[in-house]
Structures are given as structure tokens and as C-alpha cells.
């Protein structure tokens, strides 16, 4: 029986990861929920699974809920620190890190120094810590599994060949709900309305909003740099707005492997959870009795400079990653309250980071103090053309 603690479990990945708990409930059994303030939906998911442990990391909320909200069977413990325990605790096999932003770094750090597997969600702890976290892993022997449906597709794909062989990885993207759109229109038209209308994902505001900018794309090339010790320029991006082909890998021989599914998450989590085996599908498959029409494009880095700042950060390593990601969180908030335009998100981010101290070898603690200084620095930019 594989014991399982999910960390975000009242989010889009959470819930995905719970359906497919509940469609293998004679293998997979659920050790652990987390939530940050969102008790109710975390007693109701805990009133089906029974797990030994519920966590609210905000431990504001303890004055807020009932005494008898929680069922019997479950153990519901408050803060941070709490976050770390579950993730090391003996009782828990498999760690699936949900949690959205550089929030998610504490409970996946704790998971890999417990050597547990790590169903990597959370694409924020590679981005703002890679060096650190992937040496970490091959010091304990922790697995890393990629539940990104990019990053999964990678890592299958690179099962069919050598690594030695390998030429690069191409990372695809839906486009997002701008997709074709200029410069000068994202400039002119975009709303926050628009902005969360996404085309094909159901996801939460903010991982929303980074993928209409590419900035969510931008943040997988920097986790896909770590994950999979490329160097930068081993890494494109393509669009697709199908959403069909998740990803692909080129061999220096010319092949081409991809991994093609419907976009849907429990694909990629339910492998996660199940690697190397492959368990039957508890999510849709694709329906080979009618056509399909699979399109690829180049993206525009004009339009989306974001992107352009994910493969710089790629390149540059260090503490870039860890500015970037804060700078972008606070940015994106920013925009959702009205204070900043669409277009001033990837222009601040990029302020921020050409003038923060860089430092190619980094230390954990270092690391976590730009994450505050880049969150300052974000929420007080002001751009001299802003209107807002």
C-alpha cells in the first residue's frame, strides 16, 4: 500500500490527485492532507479519505473552525512547521507537493531529506532552489517524478533512448488565451476577465494568469534545466493549442519521441504515484475513432517577453531563479488587484531581477532572503509609464 501525503490538496492538483487515490483505493491510500486557510473543503475531503494527519498551514484559521469539523480518525495539526512533519513522517511513502509558489519549497525540501518519492507538482522549488534541491536528492536517494504534464512527458520520453543521446527537449504550451496576439493588442485589450478565461486547463488564478503570459512556460524551463541536468540551450518551446502532445524529446539520430494524451492531470499523477508500473487509466484516453488535428508554432518572444526571461534565467543559474519566481508571484497579484497592467508583469519582473545581487552559488538561507527582498522590491515598482 503506498501511503500518500498530499500538500495543496484543496487545489486543481490536490483534488486530481485525490480521484485518483479514490480510483485505486485497494493500492493507494491517503496518509495526509494539507491546506494553507481552506479548512471546510479540507474537513470534507477528510471526512471521505480518513487520513492519520490534517495540516492548516495558516494557523490563524484554528480560531475559526468548529470543534467537530474534522472526523475522529484524523489528527488535524496547525502552521509551517507542521507542513515539514507530515512530509518526513515514517507513516507517509509518497509526498505529492501541490502547493502553488516558492510556499511549496519547505514540505518538498523535508520530503527529500527523508528519502521519500516526490511527486513534484510544485515547479517552484526547482525553479527558485534546482542546484540545491537536486543535490539533496542524490545525496538521500530521494525520486523525484515530475507531475507537471510537461515535465512527465519528458520524463517518459526519455525512456526511449540513451541519455548520452539525446540532442534537446522541446517543452510545448497552449498559448494560453492570447494566443496570436500582438504586442500592441496585449497592450490594449487584455482584462483580468481575459486574462483568467483559459482555453483548455482548469487551474487556479495565478498558475492561469502565468500561463497567459508564458511566464508559467518560462518557469518550466528553468525547473526543466534542474530536473533534468540540461544545459540552456538544450531546451525549446513550442505552441500547441491542442494540448494533446505534452512534450517531446529529440536524439541526436533525428527521432522525435513524444507523450500524447488528452489534457487532463490525473495522467501525469496517477504515473507519479505508480512509476515504473502503469495502472489503468482512472482519467479519459484519447478516442482513436475520430481525427485529430495536432498544430505546432514557433512562439513570439516579442509578444511574451516572459519566456525570454525564462530561458535567461536557464542560462544564468544562480539566484535568478529565486528573484524571478518572487518578483512574478507578488507581479501576478499585482495584476489580479488592479495595480498592475498585463504587460508590466514580465517589464517589472525583469527590473528586478537586473538589479538584484547575483550569486552563481547560492546557499539555501541566501536564497530565501532574495525570495523576501524580490517580493519588496515587486510590491513597491512603479513603472513611469503606468496608468494604473
Same mark, same amino acid.
Given at each position: ?12 492538483i490536490g ?13 493507494l ?7 494553507h486557510?481552506?479548512?471546510? @473543503? ?12 490534517a ?13 467537530n ?16 512533519r507530515i ?6 511513502? #509518497? ?22 518519492r516526490?511527486a513534484i ?22 525520486d ?20 548520452k ?19 500592441e ?5 487584455v482584462?483580468?476577465?481575459?486574462a ?6 482548469q487551474m487556479?488564478?495565478k498558475?492561469?494568469v502565468?500561463?497567459? @503570459?508564458?511566464?508559467n ?13 540540461? =544545459? ?17 524529446v ?11 494524451? /488528452? ?23 484519447m ?16 509578444a ?14 544562480? #539566484?535568478?531563479g ?6 512574478n =508571484? ?12 498585463? #504587460?508590466?508583469? /514580465? ?17 539555501? @538561507? =541566501?536564497?530565501?532572503r ?13 513603472s513611469s509609464?503606468?496608468?494604473?
Amino acid at each position: 500500500m503506498n501511503r500518500i501525503a498530499v500538500l495543496g490538496a484543496t487545489g486543481s492538483i490536490g483534488t486530481s490527485c485525490l480521484d485518483v487515490i479514490a480510483a485505486h483505493g485497494s493500492r493507494l491510500q491517503v496518509a495526509a492532507l494539507t491546506a494553507h486557510a481552506r479548512w471546510e @473543503s479540507l474537513a470534507q475531503q477528510c471526512h471521505q479519505f480518513k487520513p492519520q494527519f490534517a495540516v492548516i498551514s495558516d494557523p490563524a484559521v484554528r480560531a475559526q473552525m468548529g470543534g467537530n469539523a474534522f472526523p475522529r480518525e484524523t489528527e488535524v495539526l496547525f502552521g509551517p512547521d507542521a507542513l515539514e512533519r507530515i512530509s518526513a513522517h515514517p507513516d507517509v511513502d #509518497t509526498v505529492v507537493c501541490g502547493i502553488v509558489g516558492a510556499a511549496g519549497l519547505r514540505g518538498a525540501w523535508a520530503a527529500i531529506e527523508a528519502k521519500k518519492r516526490v511527486a513534484i507538482a510544485n515547479k517552484e522549488t526547482l525553479v527558485v532552489a534546482g542546484p540545491l534541491v537536486m543535490d539533496l536528492a542524490a545525496r538521500t536517494g530521494a525520486d523525484l517524478i515530475p507531475v507537471d504534464s510537461e515535465h512527465s512527458a519528458i520524463f517518459q520520453a526519455l525512456l526511449g533512448g540513451r541519455r548520452k543521446d539525446l540532442k534537446r527537449i522541446v517543452l510545448t504550451a497552449s498559448g494560453g488565451p492570447f494566443r496570436g496576439w500582438s504586442k500592441e493588442r496585449l497592450e490594449r485589450d487584455v482584462t483580468i476577465e481575459r486574462a483568467l478565461a483559459h482555453p483548455t486547463w482548469q487551474m487556479g488564478p495565478k498558475i492561469t494568469v502565468d500561463s497567459a @503570459s508564458m511566464m508559467n512556460k518560462a518557469l518550466e524551463v528553468i525547473e526543466a534545466r534542474w530536473l533534468f541536468d540540461l =544545459e540552456f540551450d538544450q531546451i525549446g518551446v513550442m505552441i500547441h493549442p491542442q494540448s494533446i502532445v505534452h512534450s517531446f524529446v529529440e536524439f541526436i539520430d533525428g527521432s522525435v519521441l513524444a507523450q500524447l494524451s /488528452p489534457p487532463d492531470m490525473k495522467l501525469p499523477i496517477q504515473y507519479a504515484l505508480t512509476y515504473p508500473e502503469r495502472w489503468t487509466a482512472s482519467g479519459p484516453s484519447m478516442n482513436w475513432a475520430q481525427s485529430y488535428q495536432l498544430e505546432f508554432f514557433p512562439p513570439d518572444l516579442e509578444a511574451f517577453p516572459a519566456l525570454q526571461l525564462g530561458f535567461e534565467v536557464a542560462r544564468r543559474g544562480g #539566484t535568478c531563479g529565486a528573484v524571478l519566481n518572487a518578483g512574478n =508571484e507578488v507581479a501576478v497579484q499585482r495584476f489580479l488587484d488592479g495595480s498592475l497592467k498585463f #504587460t508590466e508583469i /514580465p517589464q517589472a519582473c525583469g527590473d528586478i531581477l537586473n538589479g538584484h545581487n547575483f550569486d552563481a552559488q547560492p546557499s539555501l @538561507s =541566501e536564497l530565501l532572503r532574495l525570495d523576501e527582498w524580490a517580493r519588496k522590491e515587486m510590491q513597491a515598482w512603479k513603472s513611469s509609464q503606468s496608468t494604473c
